[in-house]
């Protein structure tokens, strides 16, 4: 073997080897960031772009994409040629299905399993069980995405036909690969906002988002129940659709009862509006049908709570998650009755999980503290509510926006990009990330320990 060969050899098990020790929330991070350079390299180059895009805001863009935010400083529909929205639409179907599933669905194909670190990185990033299998739960979402994005397709390709959309196909395809992995991005430069009124678009867009935001794992479990192989729902599943139905039923009878803005509407739009705008907060698919800045403040502050919790674990949506609340909910109950277990639904609530719900709930809060401090200072023209708007939006990777993404400064820009990837990448394991030292760190510290 020549000399080269034996170099290449060992350079690659040293890569391994460093791979093997590095923490996954830092490969994560890496992994969603080496893909966001990708995409701003590719939406900087003249043939992505309808007219001069600056390179910031095109960093932006490929941010928001893969992050599925749906935040934007310039329009995509007007400024990218149809190249860029190609562009554009793969970085949302990446960030959709999440860097670690393109990546170990790749693998799969061609070595037929995944190894030790890639399995250990999926279960972070999907937050898996243990009795589920990594490599079959990635086949199985790659698959029913696919499937979900074409029958949506198809469905919004007739819709968008009889409302005279002109490339009515590409819109189809778009909004619903769009909707599906909830990134809020539209080819209309006022989103959804001209068919508020039309039910069948609503539905199908509503549809998606929601299959996306509840979560693959959800999906799974009522696979193998409706074949039988399971008798009850689990657990998570449970939680899952009774969080995501409450505040869907709540935000909707709230926002229909006291938004002043709807109240010349007639009763079905009106239903419509307050559904979907509850909607598209709860899962963080960020389109809306109803200028958000035109809303009251009352239905804001809703929206704020909405848009913190968010979506469910191993789906497409940000936030801290439906189960993360119902952890802390029950634990707010059982310290109110002075119990020493905390219980929800009846079932009894490991410690471990306590300390993720309250360590992602204080990773939240300090992230949205620092930021709200600089973009109030980097927006000082800008009111509070909108500052704190934008901040929570990004955050939670929802994309609704009261009108300050296009007025940003290039700082309040950058600090966006940071919230937005911290909210793709999960707020504690963003937190993680930036905290953790690798295996061999933390191996060779715990040795100089003086007890």
């Not at 900087?44 to 893969?66: H, K, M, N, R, Y």
């Not at 079932?347 to 204080?362: E, G, N």
Request: aromatic residues 10%; charged residues 15%.
């Amino acid at each position: 073997m020549s000399a080269k060969a034996t170099t290449s050899r060992r350079v690659m098990a040293r890569l391994r080897h460093a791979l093997g020790t590095v923490q996954p929330a830092k490969l994560l991070l890496l992994g969603y960031c080496s893909y966001i350079a990708f995409g701003w390299a590719l939406l900087s180059l003249p043939i992505a772009q309808e007219q001069g895009v600056a390179a910031l805001d095109a960093l932006f863009i490929a941010t928001s994409a893969v992050s599925t935010t749906g935040l934007v400083t310039v329009d995509p529909g007007g400024n990218f040629t149809f190249f860029g929205e190609v562009v554009i639409l793969l970085l949302i179907q990446i960030g959709g299905l999440g860097y670690m599933t393109i990546s170990s669905f790749a693998l799969i194909t061609i070595q037929h399993r995944l190894s030790r670190v890639r399995e250990k990185t999926t279960r972070a990033a999907f937050n898996l069980p243990e009795n589920v299998q990594a490599g079959l739960f990635v086949r199985s979402v790659i698959i029913f995405t696919l499937a979900c994005e074409a029958i949506g397709a198809i469905a919004l390709y007739a819709l968008f036909s009889a409302q005279g959309v002109e490339n009515a196909a590409w819109t189809a395809i778009f909004h619903a690969v769009s909707a599906f992995c909830t990134a809020g991005f539209s080819l209309f430069s006022t989103s959804l906002e001209a068919f508020r009124a039309d039910t069948g678009i609503v539905i199908v867009i509503s549809t998606l988002s929601l299959l996306g935001a509840m979560g693959f794992l959800i999906i799974v479990d009522f696979w193998r129940n409706l074949f039988g192989r399971k008798e009850y729902l689990g657990f998570t599943s449970k939680i899952i659709l009774r969080m995501t139905l409450l505040f869907l039923l709540v935000g909707t009878i709230l926002f229909f009862a006291i938004e002043p803005a709807l109240a010349d509407l007639p009763p079905s739009e009106r239903l419509l509006v307050a559904f979907f705008q509850t909607m598209t907060a709860t899962t963080t698919v960020g389109f809306n049908t109803y200028a958000i800045s035109a809303l009251s403040l009352p239905i804001i502050m809703i929206l704020f709570v909405l848009m913190i919790i968010g979506a469910s674990p191993a789906g497409t949506g940000g936030g801290l998650k439906t189960t993360t609340f119902g952890v802390l909910v029950g634990l707010v109950r059982s310290s109110l009755k002075g119990r020493d277990e905390v219980r929800f639904f009846k079932r009894r609530v490991p410690t471990d999980k306590l300390q993720t719900a309250t360590a992602a709930l204080s990773t939240y809060m300090a992230l949205l503290a620092v930021a709200m401090i600089l973009l109030l200072m980097t927006e000082p023209a800008a009111a509070f509510e909108t500052v704190m708007f934008e901040a929570i939006s990004a955050l939670g990777t929802v994309g609704l926006s009261m009108g300050l993404t296009g007025d940003l400064s290039p700082l309040g820009k950058l600090i966006i990009i940071v919230l937005m990837i911290a909210g793709r990448v999960g707020i504690l394991t963003f937190g993680i990330a930036l905290a953790a030292h690798d295996e061999t760190r933390e191996e060779e510290s715990d040795n100089d320990v003086v007890v």
